[in-house]
């Protein structure tokens, strides 16, 4: 039997736009990022446990098996070969993030408009950056680079020193969907704060962790996210992790 730890931050705002369906402004969480940075790469959590708790969402798997991208409430694991596969209900998780996608806005990007301008533009739009927005890219893209690292045996590296050795994987005139989210700056050692994007190409064939990326003719949508549910581990090596350091700096350099 499953069991967690589960932390309800629950933030009241009135946001225009939001959807207010009980529970779909939900993002549910699994573990935290500083865990998965220091080695915590297996979790008590399947993929099956969280298909009613979003259809939108990204991630990785035990082991650290790959990007996790969930789309339309299919999960996918883009592997370091570049291959994309649908692992089954059983699969477990150390880190993912997931939510009932339903945009609040829609806006179109403009031809040329890179990782970094994309970000700039967005923060201008938001209505504050003290919430969680889930953040959908789809169109064509000029370019877009990602990676994705190999399943790890234990004992585990810290992900700062997997991410050497990462498989990268560079896409051109590419048709696809950008997955992620927008996290606000005082989840630091929760979650990513700032941007945190997975790449799915629309034929469902590769993908992975976005480094950058270039439009050619793209549309987001924006789900205002108002309420964070973190699930922490019962495992051995959640309770065991060394969580007081600041990984901020190694953070920045795993997600670049």
Known sequence: MQRACTLLMVLMLALPGAATASGRDDLTQISTIDALMSGVYDGDTTIGSLKDKGDFGLGTFNNLDGEMVLLDGRFYRVTASGSVEEPGPDTGTPFAAVTFFDADRTIPLDKGIDFRQFTAKTDRLLPTPNIFYAVKITGTFET??????????????????????????????????????????????????????????????AGGHVLDFRVLKATLEIDYTNTFILVLPSDESFYAADLSPDRDKALKAVEK
């Open 144 to 205: 877009v680079k990602a990676r994705s690292v190999a399943r790890q045996t234990s004992p585990y590296r810290p992900l700062e020193e997997v991410v050497k050795s990462q498989a990268l994987f560079d896409f051109a005139n590419v048709e696809g969907t950008i997955v992620g989210f927008r996290c606000p700056p005082f989840v630091k050692g929760v979650n990513v704060p700032g941007y945190h994007l997975h790449f799915l190409t629309a034929d469902r064939k």
